[in-house]
């Protein structure tokens, strides 16, 4: 036999998921393999009337300690990691009576699972693999004799090698196997590592203790979908989901349309995290993105009412964009959508009269969610750079009326609290340097990423006015709107330039050195400012 190829003779295998399970043993032994295997896995085995060996027959050690352990034993981890090449090995083996495993099935405690449950400290450690781990290490460190499988996919492969190598796998299809366990071991390490080290902050923030970095830190993602090109098409890209990921873009199902690009995943969760800001227990928001920037946002008793406001806030860069609603889609918006060229809609849920209104725009893909991503939750943003990786929580930050401070002589009206505070919303997913207009919930004008606030404000007139022009209004709905900064004011110059636009209220941080000749100038023109204390930088 070809040094290539390695036999199947006895299998161990130890699964949580039994999903299959019986199916692909029954193969195994078809093919003349000897079953060994532990707990629920064996009962399962034999009781669907396959021979099977309970590990404990090789190990002569019961299972013990509430099954903590049960394969923690030389005869298992011999039979994995001896060379049948070397003779010491093989000696070695002969006087221990240890026997040779050379397939390994195992999937680990579901540990991400029971997290993900809302389970408590003590479940969540009992979910904690420890044999399971050391096994899969042990069997793809041996893969030039022994195969490994995480999962009954992996399975299927081997059974598909064994048939057309005369019960044999080959060296491809093992260490490709190995690559993939490493992979799994380390992503279920990392979910391990960073549940604990969550843990401990929160036992720090309880405390009222500074939360220090840990100092190492591990990311694991299982994959989603190889994708076609990354932002360009000679990049190579592919998604990754993570066992903590929120509710959002991954978790949806795609009804229909074309294969989702690195691009539309990028600005369909940016226009999703946006419009989670809205709750739709108040009313229907939609929001339409481009290029991970908001071209309209706005609230509407209906969400007809409200995309209707959102697209005219700048309907010439919304061709080509991605509508995230907040509600249901139902078919009087869908119809509406569909006459702007559009790439992808999210929501969460649409009736059949929408999905039908969708079905006759092939390439236009609709994602349907259970749920919004919540915006108050924690989670991690972290980007590549040269050597290493930015880490940091996610802007999970939030203004309140209550929170806001009026610093200008004459305090804001009602109506403009509520539009500094939608202005605010947005602002908080625009590109910096931004300067967004508001005016009845709406958006009434943008400008985002330049590396001058006055140049940011200069904008969002622009396009306030080129809306107005679009729309034959008789001004733009920059006229006594609120505009919001997401950070500092560093001069008065970015101010005086929303209020040539329309202005009458001005929401921004705070904090600048030159603060008083900022209000003073607000107080001069009689427009009404606050200070929210948050800055939103968006990068």
């Known amino acids: 036999m070809s040094a290539n ?18 199916d692909r043993a029954r193969k195994l032994v078809d093919m003349g393999v000897e079953l060994v295997s532990t707990g629920g896995t064996s009962k399962a085995i034999a009781d669907a009337g396959l021979p099977v060996k309970d590990v404990s027959e090789l190990t002569g050690f019961p299972e013990m300690m509430d099954g903590r352990v049960k394969t923690l034993h030389p005869v298992v981890h011999g039979g994995l990691l001896y060379r049948r090449d070397f003779d010491t090995h093989v000696q070695a083996a002969n006087e221990h009576n240890i026997g040779a495993i050379d397939l390994l099935y195992v999937n680990l405690y579901p540990f991400e699972a029971t997290v993900a449950a809302g389970k408590g400290f003590e479940d969540c450690i009992e979910n904690i693999d420890i044999g399971g781990p050391a096994m899969l290490r042990a069997a793809a460190k041996n893969a030039d004799f022994v195969a490994v499988c995480t999962d009954g996919v992996d399975v299927d492969k081997v059974i598909t090698d064994m048939e057309a190598n005369n019960g044999a796998t080959t060296l491809k299809t093992r260490r490709a196997l190995s690559a993939k366990t490493y992979a799994r071991t380390a992503a279920y390490d990392a979910a391990i590592s960073n549940w604990y080290v969550a843990q401990i902050e929160a036992e720090a923030l309880a405390d009222k203790e500074k939360i220090k970095a840990p100092a190492l830190r591990a990311f694991g993602g299982q994959l989603k979908q190889e ?3 990354g932002e360009n098409p000679h990049q190579k890209a592919a998604v990754y989901t993570s066992p903590d990921s929120r509710p959002g873009v991954l978790s949806a199902q795609q009804v229909q349309g074309k294969e989702l690009s690195f691009n539309n995943l990028n600005d369909t969760n940016s226009a999703y995290e ?3 800001e809205f709750d739709p227990a108040d009313r229907p928001a939609v929001a339409i993105i481009k290029h991970a920037n908001p071209c309209g946002v706005a609230v509407g008793e209906t969400s007809l009412e409200a995309y209707k406001a959102a697209l005219a806030c700048d309907p010439v860069s919304a061709f080509g964009g991605i509508v995230a609603l907040n509600c249901p889609l139902d078919a009087p918006t869908a119809e509406a959508i569909t006459q702007v060229f559009t790439e992808v809609v999210i929501a969460p849920g649409a009736s059949e009269e929408a999905i039908a209104v969708f079905s006759k725009k092939k390439n236009l893909r609709l994602l349907l969610t259970d749920a919004l991503p919540d915006p108050k939750a924690p989670s991690l943003d972290f980007r590549s750079i040269a050597g290493g990786m930015l880490v940091q929580e996610r802007d999970t930050g939030r203004i309140e009326l209550e929170d806001l401070k009026v610093v200008t002589e004459r305090a804001p009206t009602e109506q403009e609290m509520k539009d500094m505070l939608f202005a605010w919303r947005v602002a908080k997913h625009v590109k910096s ?4 207009y508001a005016k009845d919930d709406s958006t009434a004008g943008l400008g985002m990423g330049l590396v001058s606030r006055v140049d940011s404000a200069r904008l969002a007139t622009i396009k306030a006015q080129d809306a107005a022009k679009a ?15 997401e950070a500092f004011i560093p001069f008065a110059d970015g101010l005086l330039q929303a209020i040539e636009a329309g202005a009458t209220s001005f929401i921004q941080p705070g904090g600048s050195v030159r603060d008083e000749e900022v209000i003073a100038a607000a107080n001069k023109a009689g427009v009404a400012m606050v200070f929210t204390g948050m800055r939103h930088f968006k990068h």
């Open 471 to 485: 729309a034959g209004w008789s001004e733009p709905r920059t006229k006594g709107c609120a505009a919001a900064s």
């Open 227 to 229: 994708l076609r090109y």
């Open 274 to 276: 946006l419009v989670a």
């Open 433 to 436: 340097n931004c300067i967004v």
């Open 5 to 22: 190829l390695s036999p199947i003779r006895r299998a161990l295998i130890s699964v949580s998921d039994k999903a299959g399970l019986i």
